[in-house]
């Protein structure tokens, strides 16, 4: 699920998972704990890009 969210937001903001970005984006869902896949996904919509 996790990696599904990680996958969604970088296609969004037209960058590769593996970059340095995507990691960041990475780290961010691997950090805050959340369950929800939309809870994650409006946590990663909500940085700034």
């Known amino acids: 699920m996790m990696k ?3 996958v969604g937001e970088c296609a969004r903001r037209v960058i590769k998972p593996e970059s340095i ?3 960041e984006l ?3 869902i691997l ?3 959340m369950t929800e896949e939309c ?3 409006v946590l990663l ?3 700034v890009d």
Request: charge should be negative; hydrophobic fraction near 40%.
């Open 31 to 33: 950090r805050d704990g």
């Open 39 to 41: 809870e994650l996904t």
């Open 45 to 47: 919509r909500n940085l």
């Open 21 to 23: 970005e995507g990691e």
């Open 26 to 28: 990475a780290l961010v």
């Open 4 to 6: 599904r969210v990680l």
